[in-house]
């Protein structure tokens, strides 16, 4: 089993930058792909970033890519999402997930609620 909490979500301007944190503890957390998801109010969870288990990989949704970035430090059981340039329509709540492969997501956290606006 792999525990993920998230924490640094909030209210940001458009324009702004904030930096998610996903806390993972439990088993080889350094073995399993980790990645992001977002759930905007009123539409289904969507696709935001992943990474492999050694970091060498990385993924991107259109709709984020050059101005996200995920990362992880697996000395630290962390993986993060700096998100610049933050627009309207990145107002939802963000999920870490993980799992064997870049297309398994086996656990999930509670979610980080990421607010853009003025």
């Known amino acids: 089993q792999v525990q993920l909490v998230e924490s640094g979500g909030g209210l940001v301007q458009p324009g702004g930058s904030l930096r998610l944190s996903c806390a993972a503890s439990g088993r080889s957390f350094n073995v399993y792909a980790m990645g992001w998801f977002r759930r905007a109010p009123g539409k289904e969870r969507e696709f935001v970033a992943q990474i492999s288990w050694s970091g060498g990989r990385t993924e991107y949704a259109e709709s984020v890519k050059g101005r996200f970035t995920i990362s992880r430090d697996n000395a630290k059981n962390m993986v993060y999402l700096e998100m610049n340039n933050l627009k309207a329509e990145a107002t939802a709540v963000y999920y870490c997930?993980?799992?064997?492969?870049?297309?398994?997501?086996?656990?999930w956290g509670q979610g980080t609620q990421v607010t853009v606006s003025e």
């Open positions: 997930e993980g799992g064997p492969t870049l297309a398994a997501h086996d656990y």
